[in-house]
């Protein structure tokens, strides 16, 4: 019998049964993914929820830092500087003591994180024109949070220090000294709100933990359960396969991420300063290199639990070294250079310069198109290294 | 009891028998280490900062050179016009702009005053603090070096600091607890949920169930094999700090080895509580990975202290435990306090501990569905 060409030829025909094929193939996916009742409500309700609890908590601000206080002075200008700390917003002065023990204990027990002794005679030394000693012991475990502490309380200590000058102005002229006035100003974040700096950061952070556990487990899954032999004895090409697999993750992720970003308009406020075509282009370039990169690492697992361990492995490392809480400048050389390849780091930067400074697409196409190389080299691997015989 | 080791040194056999979970489970707290240890950390060092010099005179020279030979900063760019600040914050490079009025030099001598503005990137507000206030310590010892003397005679409070436990301020101090804390609960949990998981999944444990071991044998014959690892485990990054680090448990050991055992065990009691609820291994993953990972790291007081968050996160994370095992290991590692100071979030580990395994007893199947 002979056959005539359809209508557009054979090719045509041929074009259209393989995107048919590719078609069913992402149906399956989706069933499979949809038919797990509890994984189906996890991957929207778990982003939502922890965006939603997380993004308030986060923040390097430093407040309410509890005091103790020794004043063995009591003098007029103790309890000056005393007031002083009281009414900064930094600090709160929780414990006066007389005791040095008792101190050090509320310091050991976590009840304050720093101790100001005054020692007796500080307002007459400030009287006398002498300097008066002041000494804090700050619990300096969070070494981080010890320096700040330290510079706000120096800080607080300059300002008293002008206020007696002015007040003694008349009794002892100062000589005018020469300088320096610095305004500063924060620009797109005028108030420093964290929030706007961790939505972007813990939204990557879930996008990336579900894409690469959810694509990564449905291929093992079917390893383990064997279902993926009746796949490989299929005419099915390698490709379509891998497609296949990460198309409904690709479509989940972003669908978080809009969830993500409808909760970081309405309940956060997040300024939307750039395109939001552009973060979404971003973001599913850096989602074909995740869940690339989650097939080629499933391809060498046989068992789930190998395989989350493999994962889990990555996505720590990944969102260490994305520059989530850190700068990311002041890693050292080989830790930028590792970063080359943490497409973590990228959408990182990608989506708080789109979001929160409106970069455009010019600004950002170094790290857009080391993302596409890395999508593609990521995906190149793991098409390469499925393998449809046993 | 011989029916009961054979069970264990099954288990053992299925752990070794995969190497590859074998060098990830000791890999993992390796890598933390030595990524907190030397390669992020919150300071900053060569940020990028642009000049805006209207003034181009012999101070507003001497100033740049000083703030950046400081080390904590990188020249990026020299800026003519104000307009150019948006345009290079937007590429991501710069973190501040530093600006100097027109004729700065002139002002400063004549006037004795003149002024300098840093403009600095908000959307990241650590470092933009952070550069604020290096630079502005940076001018006003500029400054003070100008006036001489006469500035000092004005300085009527000499404050002193004393940073008590951690003298020399180094952040692994924070980190190395925070690690155990994290590796620990995570692994424990993942671990033992997936394995019990496991065998519902495939039905091997109706083979296990109609087996003469009773089911608190099953459990603990499964969870066995982890807490050994995990107690490994605790070793490794104790020795690892220390080597590398040189960080010294300050407390008694013994007792810290024993609190280590006792927040292993929590965590696979909850573990163990994971896989009651899960009827299959990628539920119990989502729970134990995606559920836990970003609320211990984020509310357990590692690297955010839950002092400085809204009040009522207080109450938040108190239903986590490592919020309470952060506090045990600071204070027996750092601190060097005993039980005295920390018999609270013991018991309340304890108390944890408990309430998992009656949960789990309460929803531990023995009959098929």
Not at chain 1, 27 to 56: C, D, G, T, Y
Not at chain 1, 204 to 218: D, E, P, R, S, W
Not at chain 1, 285 to 292: D, E, Q, S
Not at chain 2, 340 to 350: C, S, V
Request: charged letters at 15%; aromatic letters at 10%.
């Amino acid at each position: 019998m002979r056959l005539s060409p359809p209508l557009g030829g054979w090719g045509a025909k041929r074009k259209k049964n393989k995107m048919r094929t590719i078609f069913y193939l992402i149906r399956k996916e989706f069933l499979q993914i949809f038919r797990n009742k509890f994984i189906s409500k996890a991957i929207f309700a778990v982003p939502l929820v922890q965006m939603l609890i997380l993004v308030p908590a986060v923040t390097f601000e430093l407040k309410n830092v509890r005091l103790t206080i020794i004043d063995k002075d009591i003098s007029p200008e103790s309890r000056g500087l005393i007031n002083k700390l009281n009414g900064s917003t930094f600090f709160k002065v929780s414990f006066s003591t007389f005791s040095d023990e008792e101190a050090n204990n509320l310091l050991h027990r976590n009840k304050c994180s720093m101790i100001l002794q005054i020692p007796s005679g500080f307002g007459k030394d400030i009287g006398n024109g002498k300097q008066g000693k002041l000494l804090a012991t700050i619990d300096a475990v969070n070494a981080s949070s010890a320096q700040l502490t330290w510079a706000y309380f120096t800080g607080v200590v300059r300002d008293y220090n002008t206020d007696l000058i002015k007040s003694n102005l008349t009794t002892n002229p100062v000589i005018p000294l020469p300088g320096i006035e610095i305004t500063n100003r924060y620009w797109y974040n005028e108030l420093l709100n964290y929030k706007y700096y961790m939505l972007p950061g813990i939204l990557v952070i879930l996008v990336t933990a579900i894409g690469f556990l959810l694509a990564g487990l449905n291929m093992v899954r079917e390893k383990e359960i064997g279902t993926i032999e009746q796949i490989n004895v299929t005419p099915v090409r390698k490709y379509h396969f891998i497609i296949a697999k990460m198309a409904p993750v690709l479509l989940i992720g972003l669908t978080d991420l809009s969830l993500g970003l409808i909760i970081g308009k309405l309940a956060f406020n997040i300024p939307f300063e750039g395109s939001i075509l552009l973060l979404f282009l971003g973001s599913t370039i850096f989602l074909v290199a995740v869940l690339g990169l989650a097939l080629f690492i499933s391809t060498f697992s046989s068992t789930q639990q190998q395989y989350m361990f493999v994962a889990f492995f990555c996505m720590i490392i990944f969102i260490l070294m994305s520059g989530i809480f850190t700068p990311y400048e002041s890693m050292p050389m080989w830790a930028q250079d590792f970063n080359l390849v943490n497409p973590v780091a990228y959408l990182m930067r990608i989506n708080r310069m789109v979001m929160l400074k409106g970069s455009t697409i010019l600004d950002i196409s170094r790290e857009l198109i080391s993302l596409v190389i890395i999508a593609i080299a990521f995906t190149t691997l793991a098409v390469r290294r499925y393998r449809k015989t046993t | 009891m011989k029916r009961f080791l054979g069970f264990v040194k099954k288990e053992f056999l299925h752990i070794f028998r995969d190497y590859r979970t074998l060098f990830i489970l000791f890999g993992i707290p390796a890598a933390q280490i030595l990524i907190f240890g030397y390669a992020v950390s919150t300071d900053i060092k060569n940020a990028g900062v642009a000049i805006l010099d209207m003034s181009h005179d012999e101070i507003t020279e001497k100033l740049t050179d000083k703030i950046i030979s400081s080390g904590f900063f990188r020249k990026t760019e020299t800026l003519l016009n104000y307009n150019d600040i948006d345009r290079i914050f937007k590429k991501g490079k710069t973190k501040a702009v530093i600006i100097f009025e027109h004729d700065f030099g002139k002002k400063l001598i004549s006037e004795g005053k003149s002024s300098l503005s840093i403009i600095a990137d908000g959307s990241e507000p650590n470092t933009a603090t952070l550069v604020t206030n290096y630079t502005t310590a940076i001018v006003n010892n500029f400054t003070a070096d100008l006036a001489g003397p006469t500035l000092n005679n004005s300085l009527r409070i000499s404050p002193e600091v004393k940073m008590l436990y951690n003298p020399e301020l180094k952040s692994h101090f924070m980190f190395v607890p925070g690690v155990v804390t994290l590796i620990l609960i995570l692994i424990c949990a993942l671990m033992t949920s997936v394995t019990i998981t496991r065998e519902k999944e495939f039905g091997t444990m109706e083979v296990l169930l109609v087996s003469p071991l009773r089911p608190i044998q099953i459990i603990l014959g499964k969870v066995m094999p982890y807490f050994i690892l995990s107690f490994i485990n605790v070793l490794l990054i104790l020795v690892l700090s220390w080597l590398v680090f040189g960080l010294p448990v300050k407390g008694s050991l013994i007792l810290l080895l024993a609190e280590c055992m006792l927040y292993i065990m929590m965590s696979l009691t909850l573990g163990i509580l994971i896989s009651t609820v899960s009827s299959n291994m990628q539920q119990a993953i989502f729970i134990s990975l995606v559920g836990l990972m970003l609320p211990t790291v984020l509310l357990s007081g590692f690297i955010f202290p839950i002092e400085n968050m809204p009040k009522i996160y207080d109450y938040v994370s108190s239903i986590l435990p490592p919020r309470y095992f952060i506090v045990i290991i600071k204070n027996i590692m750092i601190k060097g306090t005993g039980l005295m100071y920390i018999w609270k979030e013991t018991l309340i580990l304890i108390v944890m501990t408990v309430v998992f395994i009656g949960l789990s007893v309460r929803n531990f199947k023995i009959r098929l569905e």
